[in-house]
C-alpha cells in the first residue's frame, strides 16, 4: 500500500514531482507491499532485482547498500517502554 510519494529538493518537498535536477530524490513509502506493487515501483525507479528481493523477503538485518541506481536502507524501528526498560522492534522497513 502506498503511504506517501514525493520528490526533494535541497531538503525541501517539490509540489510539482517530476523534476531532472540531479540534486532531487524520490521518496516512496510503502507499507506492507506485494510483489505486483514492489515490481510496478521497481520498473518505474529501475530497482536493483537484488533489492526488490531483500524487500521481499522480510528478514534482512539493518543494513545499507549502495547501488549506482539507487541506495537502499532496511531499518527497524523499536519501542521502549520507560517503566520496565523493555524495548520492542519491529519488522524491517526498507528504503530505496
Known sequence: MLVDEATYLHGKRV?????TDPAAFSW???Y?????????YQARFNFNDLA???ALSGKQR????IYKEHTLIVLKDC???HNNRAHHCRRP???Y
Not at 506492507?32 to 510496478?40: D, G, I, P, Q, Y
Open 15 to 19: 509540489e510539482d514531482n517530476p523534476t
Open 28 to 30: 516512496v513509502g510503502l
Open 32 to 40: 506492507e507491499s506485494t510483489v505486483n506493487e514492489l515490481h510496478r
Open 52 to 54: 526488490v528481493e531483500d
Open 62 to 65: 539493518p543494513k545499507i547498500d
Open 79 to 81: 519501542r521502549v517502554r
Open 93 to 95: 522497513h526498507v528504503v
